[in-house]
């Protein structure tokens, strides 16, 4: 199976009126692009137990360490913030080949960042959930996970030969609450009774791919161009009545394209004030039919900080600091960075939006269960190592001082 395909990637900037290319494609792997990276790998709890997939790695020759960066090419560990993420020496000093679950779609290769998004918006299960921009589905298949396969998720791909590996990748990985939807998510009505129940949305669109490539989209008015279309596709989404959390992410190193699309759908969100006098679930009136037009998203949604226990925060934007400092610093705050080779994942950009008044969103007790283990062993590796103390010198009696003097002075005078 196709390495590139399998390694989880976004295939970057390309205009939006055709189709992505897959990856095998591009014909380039982001371990060739961004060297030195770590080779991860997600267990894929569908088709097996972290327990078994941790026996069957060692028995293909793997020693799962405790410590990371552990010596030798054959050992491994867990990775420290993402659940059954584990983590390989890059490219030319492991062979993950020799693992059958990759193969078996009992493991999958994805990057770490790539992880991101599903886990900020851990949909319990059950949850009704739409992937915007699904294939090849790593993302698609790990919110399955997330999930426990209880649900329903819509993953949508406009490119019918995408599609078509979509729907063959979720076969072979288990996901069988997956629907793929050959079909644009833009084109998807919300008003439409078949969303009506959609509580949770992951968009990574289309991107420059400059936090993942050699030669990435830098031409000023193609990326606006993108910031545009990421901005239309994310307001798109707020507009499904049930929505409750949405995550926005790109492998994209531009602010043009993350915390300036923020800061964008922040404003149109003050412009969408809700119909005045108009009380959630009534029917309107004959005044309030005319203006519901311009008023297409009867709820605001507000930025919550993603990934908390995520070290690398987003920028603040020079052009806001000044006038809106509050608002910058909170941007910044909220939405998550990666940085090539500094995290030793791609460059990655993330951003959570939380209906207002929703409810605050918990993992179900399971996915708890593993951050909370994953918490306990980063605090217990920063917590610093106590220093051996020098035992207190004993204090000599005085007796003992005047002794030796005058022994001394003895031994002196002999000489």
Sequence with gaps: MDDKILDGEDIGYVPFDRPKKSKSDSGTDVDDRLPGLPRYVRINTLKKSVNAAHKEAAAAGYQLCQEPNP???????????????????????????????????????????????ALALHPPPGSVVIDGCAAPGNKTCHLAALMQNSGHIFAFERDERRCDLLRRMMELK????????????MDADPTDS?????????????????????????????????????????????????????????????????????????????QQQPVPGAKPGAKAGKKQKQKAPNHPNQHRFTLEKALP???????????????????????????????????????????????????????????????????????????????????????????????????????????
């Design 71 to 117: 010596p030798g090419n054959r050992c491994y560990f867990r990775d420290d913030l993402v659940p059954d993420l584990m983590v390989f020496k890059p490219k030319g000093k492991s062979d993950i080949s020799r693992l059958p679950l990759v193969a078996a779609g009992e493991m999958v290769i994805q990057q770490k960042a790539s992880c991101f998004p």
């Design 309 to 415: 226990a995520w070290p690398r925060r987003g920028h603040e934007l020079a052009s806001l600091a000044s006038a809106e400092p509050q608002l910058a610093q909170l941007i910044a705050a909220c939405c998550v960075r990666t940085s090539y080779p500094d995290d030793a994942t791609i460059g990655f950009f993330l951003a959570k939006f939380v209906r207002e008044g929703a409810p605050p969103a918990k993992p179900c007790a399971e996915l708890q269960l593993k951050l909370d283990t994953l918490e306990r062993a980063r605090a217990k590796l920063a917590r610093p190592v106590p220093v051996a103390q020098p035992a207190a010198a004993r204090e000599v009696p005085a007796w003992r001082l005047e002794r030796d003097a005058k022994l001394k002075a003895k031994k002196q005078r002999k000489e």
């Design 174 to 185: 288990g996901a069988s609450i997956v629907t793929p939807c050959h079909a644009s998510f």
């Design 194 to 270: 078949t969303w009506s129940t959609v509580t949770h949305i992951l968009l990574d669109p289309s991107c420059s791919s400059s936090g993942m490539s050699k030669n990435p989209e830098s031409d000023p008015d193609a990326l606006k161009e993108l910031a545009t279309r990421q901005e239309e596709m994310i307001l798109h989404a707020m507009r499904f009545p049930a929505l409750q959390e949405l995550t926005y992410s790109t492998c994209s190193v531009h602010e043009v394209e993350n915390e300036e699309v923020v800061l964008a759908v922040m404003r149109a969100q003050q």
